[in-house]
């Protein structure tokens, strides 16, 4: 046996990683934590104000006349907008839970996850370019896939279900992309 | 600073937080595949999700131990969000996660869901500058005032989401299929296992 599979093999034996929950399960502890969340605040789940405030708040930092001066973003940029929002504590949960799950269930691992596929570099720019394609459309859609297309779906909002028809069928044609190939 | 709305926030947000890394949506890959139809668990853990919260307001509503009006419920603007959610569609296809993800991506250590979140804020910033430009279309095909399917439709909500369970069994019929066809779900390992 050679050095680097025996490596791998004892790495496997310390800290095996549980795999992910069967999806209906997770579905169902999702839905619950949603209903829950409806009874206590009178509002569903989120993520997207939360990076609305975060955007006024940078630019309050680096650019506060500009960003004063911005329509969208000054209601926002109030001392205090950011950390006295349910949706930012939330956000905060959300990294504190996930940091939770994935620590307990051996998944913690700093990586670029993908960078073998497309190497690390066209990775990260992808992320970014990601990144910044659904941080325009969820302002323009004033919710995202948390807000709008799980909790506003959960009201049955007619909302919340335009939303996910827009979220499936564009992913489902950009992802055929050819500049998504390997 | 109000105790109450940290206490509140953080609590909901760790539960949501644990459940989506369970789920397995921290991996980029994971989620991506969902439109490459290689691996169906976004279908599979969202609409369940949706579900179960829906029938349990429903039911609470019928009950009359809640009041409809306490419940937020967003008023649509068809084209906006549309395009919108497009627009977070194509950016989980491209860059692996959507806004809440990202935020497991980046606590179970992946650096791109970092990145990602960088791409969030700078996504809106450039909306914020061009919001002056886009302002009239944000109304485009406005409905009703909280505006659900059954009023849409003109049927009880509990049609509706006998129609949508309906719909739900026979994606967990079809997707299971896809799946069991193809190279299937993407797992722990191969989560874990792209950046070495």
């Keep these: 046996m050679s050095d680097q599979h025996f490596g791998a093999h004892a790495a496997h034996l310390h800290a095996a990683p549980r795999p992910f929950w069967p999806p209906l399960a997770a579905g169902i502890a999702l839905g619950l934590v949603l209903l829950a969340t409806f009874l206590f605040t009178g509002h569903g789940l989120g993520a997207t104000g939360f990076f609305t405030l975060a955007a006024a708040w940078v630019g309050m930092q680096a650019a506060p006349a500009a960003t004063a001066a911005n329509e969208y973003l000054s209601p926002m940029a109030g001392a205090g907008a950011l950390s006295g929002s349910w949706i930012t504590w939330q956000v905060v949960g959300v990294i504190l839970g996930g940091f939770l799950a994935a620590a307990t269930a051996g998944r913690f691992h700093v990586q670029v996850e993908g960078s073998r596929k497309y190497g690390a570099g066209r990775r990260l720019l992808l992320a970014l370019a990601g990144g910044m394609l659904a941080g325009f459309g969820a302002r323009l859609a004033t919710g995202c896939t948390s807000g709008l297309g799980l909790s506003g779906s959960a009201t049955l909002a007619v909302a919340g279900f335009v939303f996910l028809g827009g979220f499936f069928v564009a992913g489902l044609l950009v992802s055929r992309l050819p500049l998504l190939r390997k | ?43 599979k853990v969202m609409f369940p999700a949706v579900l179960v919260a829906a029938i349990g307001l429903e039911a609470l509503r019928s009950f009359g131990l809640l009041q409809p009006e306490s419940l937020y419920i967003p008023t649509t603007a068809l084209w906006p969000m549309l395009l919108g959610g497009g627009l977070v ?73 006998a129609a949508l369970v309906a719909a739900a069994a026979g994606g967990f019929f079809f997707g299971g ?15 874990l296992g792209d950046g070495r």
Excluded at chain 2, 5 to 27: D, K, P, T
Excluded at chain 2, 97 to 117: K, Q
Excluded at chain 2, 140 to 160: H, I, K
């Design chain 2, 89 to 161: 569609g194509a950016g989980m296809a491209v860059g692996g996660y959507c806004p809440g993800t990202s935020a497991v991506g980046f606590a179970s250590g992946r650096v791109d869901a970092l990145v990602f979140l960088v791409g969030l804020v700078a996504g809106t910033w450039v909306f914020a500058l061009a919001f002056p430009g886009l302002e009239g279309f944000m109304s485009a095909g406005q409905g009703p005032d909280r505006q659900t399917l059954g009023d849409l439709l003109g049927v009880s909500n509990w049609v509706v989401l």
């Design chain 2, 1 to 43: 600073m109000d105790t109450g709305i940290i206490v509140s926030g953080l609590l909901c947000g760790v539960l949501f937080g644990y459940v989506l890394e369970n789920a397995g949506f921290g991996s980029g890959c994971k989620l991506q595949a969902q439109f490459q139809l290689r691996d169906w668990s976004v279908f």
């Design chain 2, 177 to 191: 299929r896809m799946e069991r066809s193809g190279p299937g779900p993407v797992t722990v390992e191969e989560a």
